[in-house]
């Protein structure tokens, strides 16, 4: 019995059917893939990133416990010398030299290891931070702690405090701003970080095209590492706004990339 049109639309709906299936089953089986490529990115740069912060903070030790130590002795020895000798103006520069040099090596090695964020949490570093910036700039970086932010996982934490210390570091350094707010919220899907600033601005996205500006390159790559998303708006009437947000459960649940 020849088959009728019916059977025909029939058998070339079912063939369709099963054509889309297996492009379906196709395209998720790429989706998967490309996905957990992604992640296995994001765990090789977090891991890299966290091998980079352990010799920051190995080095930082070094610095203080060891230069430190010695400077702060060959500082004493010269103050003894000076005291005995007050006309002697070399000492006395160079004790002053000394002591300006212990106080950059400790800023150093504070730049290298918050201390803060290993025994006191995200607040306490970025609290430290800004009156660091605050004692010694004209500019005025204000920042209030926020709840909820202490059970970051601590390498991740780190991640964020970077992102924080440069941001602030360029905004200083390029954008001649006076006054840097910065804000957190934690939500119940998404933690939110915003830094405004009342600097002249720039073309974020020219500046991130371009080589010597590595400080965006790394602000974009360690948010990236967290799964999160920046937006940058910036005009020189307005200064510069930077909006990022970060799923929750990449940072408060250390095994979830």
Known sequence: MPPTQ???FYSFLAGLTVIAVL???FA???FYHLREKRKQLRDKLFQDECLIEADKARIA????DDLGSLLTGLQFSFAALAEKDRSNLLLVSSTEQIGASILRLREIALNLLPRELETEGLNAAIESFVERINSVNRVQVNYLPVAGIQEIDKEKAMLLFRVIQEIISNSIKHSKASVIDVGIEVHHSHFILEI???GTGFDYEHCLQQKYHSGLKNIQSRIGMLNGIIHVESSAENGTHYFITIPYRQLFHANNW
């Open 23 to 25: 492009f379906s089953v």
């Open 196 to 198: 405004r600033d009342d």
């Open 61 to 64: 030790r070094d610095l203080h």
């Open 6 to 8: 019916t059977d025909l």
């Open 28 to 30: 998720l089986s790429i």
